[in-house]
């Protein structure tokens, strides 16, 4: 099916995964993001709690819900993928979600159309699946995300992505839960600023990729605590 081969591909490289904030103290970010244990912060949910979320139209009926989620390198999202099972709908489709008028809700998201209109959209979502993911191409799938490898720019095997944490209303992502393979290091883990690094092929395998002072910071509070 189209879709998994979208799913496959929709890491894209063409101008890495950028920084896109600048953290004037990366500590202090890490001590906000770590001050509680990450998987168990209130103001975070995890992947496995975003994806499958309930999609609803604008009359707040049910009508699908979130098979994968397409981040911007902000964290914003650009767009979700979605199964519309309770309009009878069994493609996959993305939907842009500026476009469509998405916002987050109680466990899920709503749109800004009704079913009926939905279903008549249909036919030109499924037709640009490849290219709904949004405007700009810097963008990475969710589900891709996770087992990712983690390295610093002069080749040190930091760990791996575990998870990526979200805002609790799903809104955005926050952060990456980072599994540290390092050294002495090795077990812990980690919560880092979203756009940290950058998104890249390292020996033709998606990797994050740090800037050595970055990674040096997030192994010294690692260290610390």
Sequence with gaps: MRFFALAALVFVFAGGFAQAETYGNLGEALRGMNRIKPLQHPSYDRAQEILGRRILDDKKRVIGEVNDVILMRSGNIASLMVRFDRLRLADPVMVNYHDMGGKPV?????????????????????????????????????????????????????????????????????????????????????????????????????????????????MAFVRSR
């Design 106 to 218: 109680s466990k899920g998201y709503s749109l800004a159309f009704t079913g009926r209109e939905i279903e008549e959209r249909f036919p030109e979502m499924l037709a640009n699946i490849e290219t709904a993911a949004g405007a700009d191409s810097d963008v990475v799938s969710l589900k891709t995300l996770p087992g990712t490898s983690v390295q610093s720019a002069d080749g040190r095997n930091i760990g791996k992505i575990e998870d990526v944490l979200f805002a609790a209303d799903g809104e955005r992502a926050e952060a990456l839960y980072i599994n540290i393979s390092y050294g002495t290091l090795r077990g812990q883990a980690v919560a880092i600023p979203f756009s940290l690094g950058q998104l890249q092929e390292v020996q033709n395998t998606p990797a994050l990729v740090l800037s050595n002072a970055d990674a040096d910071t997030v």
